[in-house]
């Protein structure tokens, strides 16, 4: 119902004011010229994927997974590690303004290496301190999650800020697509078979190279911290 809603309110909005220039503007490019956007193009979307796979690997471990390993694997009550979850993501959608604001003095970049760094670091630490206790889930969870909630409060910003307007929204939708698809949605899917071959460990270690991936990709891509869209 509420995708039909939006489907609603979509269809009356005006296009933004940079596209309508960028269309208005458009002059046939020289072949040089569109290849070199094309390579361009090709190597932001790489980066791009690159950028969010440790980010949605991450989101659905402690989102989606960490309570079904919390009752499945630790005996935790059901009951308790919803409402523990629940808690957990509360507490990190009230940090997404703050790290967003920072974003906007520090830039883009620091940002998400900062992600990746962390992530890497508390990963195996905080999936460790896990037991039946709901608490052990609750302090897990909730700092894990605010840490997730850095690239969550930028990465629509970032995203834009790397495609030139002739191609944004479809080069977003790809790169975010096929990385969400490839590196989340298996996520969970391949922590419940890490911790039934009893190496549990692989699922931390899993979320820790999809974060080195990130911040590689970070160190790669520009900052983009103020940047003009109009004359991206």
Not at 93 to 110: F, H, K, Q, T, Y
Request: charged share 10%; hydrophobic share 55%; with cysteine.
């Amino acid at each position: 119902l509420l995708a039909l809603a939006a489907l609603y309110m979509r269809r009356n909005m005006e296009e933004s004011e940079v596209f309508h220039a960028h269309k208005s503007a458009a002059q046939p490019a020289p072949a040089v010229r569109a290849k070199r956007s094309g390579s361009q193009v090709t190597r932001a979307i790489l980066l791009m994927i690159a950028m969010t796979s440790g980010i949605t690997a991450a989101h659905y471990t402690w989102t989606s997974y960490a309570s079904t390993y919390a009752i499945t694997e630790k005996g935790m009550n059901p009951d308790t590690a919803f409402w523990v979850t629940m808690v957990a993501q509360m507490i990190a959608l009230v940090s997404l303004p703050l790290w967003g604001m920072l974003s906007d003095r520090v830039g883009r970049r620091p940002m998400m290496i900062s992600f990746s760094i962390l992530m890497i670091v508390v990963s195996i630490p905080l999936n460790a301190m896990i037991t039946s206790a709901g608490w052990t889930l609750l302090i897990a969870s909730a700092a894990a999650l605010v840490i997730v909630a850095i690239p969550g409060a930028l990465l629509a910003a970032v995203l834009a800020e790397n495609f030139p307007t002739r191609v944004r929204t479809k080069a977003i939708g790809f790169a975010y697509s096929i990385s969400v698809a490839v590196f989340g949605g298996t996520a969970p899917y391949l922590n419940a078979l890490f911790n039934s071959l009893d190496v549990g460990w692989l699922s931390g270690a899993y979320v820790m190279t999809l974060c080195v991936c990130t911040a590689v990709a970070c160190v790669m891509m520009k900052e983009t911290k103020g940047i003009d869209l109009k004359d991206a």
